[in-house]
């Protein structure tokens, strides 16, 4: 057992009004701050950003099934062009909280100890809805995000970012004739440098 859910917590829910009668619902809509680490490292609902939810709490035979909707702004770096992007995510979730005493029932189904360590419990009357929302904004962020589908990216000659510049492109000609000219430059360079090298090496020496 954790330590007790705070019922203060934006996204700590009351059940009691339920009365534990199946079929009983509560449908709510509620604006509260992003908690910590909301995302990946590439994009994420930054900490303390509002995050929309649409919430139907719904009584069952073994708990409360909660099914939601989280809307939120997610910020973070396009993976072509490195700008930063924003983006509005919606996540969807349902999620089953068994009463805590429902144990005994589920196990006739599977008697799995890890099935029901995945199983969330009410504590104290308290659903905390934190987990599931990690975990469905987590599940609903593009793996590959991107400023726009069309974004094309950074030159690979030289970095500049096409986006600003379509017309950009290196004359691959130009290119070989820049290479050659810079070796036949460096060798230029390296023979009327020996010389004086040479020179000024000795002088401090005989000084
Ligand atoms: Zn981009
Ligand atoms: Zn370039």
Redesign the pocket.
């Known amino acids: 057992m954790g330590p007790r859910l705070d019922h203060r917590s934006p996204l700590v829910y009351d059940t009691r009004e339920l009365g534990r009668r199946p079929g009983t619902l509560k449908r709510l809509s509620r604006s509260v701050e992003a908690p910590a680490d909301l995302g990946n490292e590439v994009i994420g609902v930054p900490e303390g950003a509002p995050v929309e939810l649409d919430l139907r709490l719904e009584a069952v035979m073994d708990g409360v099934l909660v099914t939601g909707t989280a809307r939120a702004t997610v910020t973070g770096e396009c993976v072509r062009c490195l700008e930063p992007l924003e983006q509005v995510l919606e996540a969807d979730f349902q999620e089953l909280f068994a009463y805590p005493d429902a144990d005994a029932r589920t196990t006739e189904s599977g008697d799995d100890a890890e099935d029901e360590e995945d199983t969330l419990h009410i504590e104290d009357d308290l659903v905390d809805l934190e987990p599931v929302l990690r975990d469905a904004v987590v599940l609903a962020l593009p793996l590959q995000p991107v400023c726009r589908e069309d974004c094309p990216g950074l ?6 970012r ?1 986006a600003d510049d379509p017309d ?3 004359d691959a000609v130009d290119m070989r004739w820049a290479a050659l000219k810079e070796l036949v430059g460096s060798d230029q360079d390296d023979e009327m440098d020996n010389e004086p090298r040479r020179d000024g090496g000795d002088e401090p020496q005989e000084k």
């Not at 030159?155 to 500049?160: L, N, Q, V």
Request: aromatic share 0%.
């Open positions: 030159c690979s000659e030289c970095g500049a096409l950009h492109h290196h």
